[in-house]
Nanobody, 122 residues
Framework: QVQLVESGGGLVQAGGSLSLSCVASGRNGLTTMGWFRQAPGKEREFVAAIRWIDDSPYYGHPGQGRFTIARDLAKNTVYLHMYRLQPEDTAVYYC????????????????WGQGTQVTVSS
């Protein structure tokens, strides 16, 4: 089973930037890597996704215009570069791997990382 390990979370001031990394132990037929986030008391929310095969990015509402997803095939690593962060971006960010035709739903993914906390102070 593929394992995912996120890193890069932390505390940042509003307007700042942060980059998250997710290292996969392998791909094992999984075609898509996604980032979700979950704030306290809220549902898990789709942020961005990318296909291993063609580098096509997909963005959810939180990620549009401020976040960039990228992948490094050689390192089995996916990145989420976040810019102009705001306090409402505070959440636990999860990396996930899936093989479905769609990318924005939790059910599209079969493997999840442990999450990394991002806190944006005002």
């Amino acid at each position: 089973q593929v394992q995912l390990v996120e890193s890069g979370g932390g505390l940042v001031q509003a307007g700042g930037s942060l980059s998250l990394s997710c290292v996969a132990s392998g791909r094992n037929g999984l075609t898509t890597m996604g980032w979700f986030r979950q704030a306290p008391g809220k549902e898990r929310e789709f942020v961005a996704a990318i296909r291993w095969i063609d580098d096509s990015p997909y963005y959810g509402h939180p990620g549009q215009g401020r976040f960039t997803i990228a992948r490094d095939l050689a390192k089995n690593t996916v990145y989420l570069h976040m810019y102009r962060l705001q306090p409402e971006d505070t959440a636990v960010y999860y990396c996930a791997a899936g093989a479905g035709n769609t990318v924005s739903q939790v059910r599209d993914y079969v493997t999840w990382g442990q999450g990394t906390q991002v806190t944006v102070s005002s």
